[in-house]
């Protein structure tokens, strides 16, 4: 599938996704968003498939949504059309894992569609920020709340609020990114980090990545609750068998998804 504002490349079994707009620094628009919720969907549906990488370039993850297409929309614009909805639902219905792998700038809707991945790994050059205000706005996509909970109140609160970007040391020890690697072993980064994953029960890493969101969206009693369920559920997989057995006989287990 040919795209405008993407190129994807399917390589063991890793879907590497990359958003090519460079002359607006990847500014998310609405034929780059609904292009790119069509490959995440279609990733996610293609057994070649077991994990999906989402870059930019080095000098942009994304510069945040383009503000050239919002400049003029008025409020039952963006009402009607449920501006940027659709296309944000389609990337949290995805099942397999998704890396964030962010070099250079990733601010506003850029910082958010990082968040909305699974977890972010980032190059020494990345600056993270979220300056809606600075244009008379607030973060759209999660900034507020997905931030906030990332590196707590106080932080989010300052970067909302003064629209400052964060470097890729400040990102690291905030815990919003889990690794800070050279511009240029950004992606092999990122790659070997989805290889490691694919290498996994698919069956497993779904269920993972279900219990570590859940953390997110109930309390923490229910997230418990989930998590020992599943936990149990897991106990009537073959896979579940396998990787007992191969850690006993000392062996690589042979997963089968099932
Ligand atoms: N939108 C559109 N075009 C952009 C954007 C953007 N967000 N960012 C950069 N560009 C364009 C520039 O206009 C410029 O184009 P041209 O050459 O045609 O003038 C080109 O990219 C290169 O940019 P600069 O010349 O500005 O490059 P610099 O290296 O000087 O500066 C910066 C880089 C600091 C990243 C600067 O471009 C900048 O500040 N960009 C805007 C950042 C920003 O404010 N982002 C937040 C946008 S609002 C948002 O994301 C809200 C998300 C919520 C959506 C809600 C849905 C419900």
New binding site residues.
Partial sequence: MAYETLIVEIEDEVALIRLNRP???N??NSKLLGELAEALTAADANDAVRCIVLTGSEK?FA??????E?SEKGFVD?FGED???PETEAMLRVRKPIIAAVAG?A????C?LAMICDFIICADNAKFGQ??I??G?V???G?TQRLTRFVGKSKSMDMHLTGRFMDAAEAERSGLVSRVVPVAKLVPEALSAARKIAEKSALTVKVVKECVNRSYETTLREGLLFERRVFHALFATEDQKEGMTAFLEKRQPQFRDR
């Fill in positions: 002359e607006a620094l500014a998310l942009a510069a945040g949504a383009d503000i050239k919002m963006m501006f940027f909805t700038y601010l506003g809707g850029g958010e300056p809606e600075n244009l706005v973060a759209g996509i900034g």
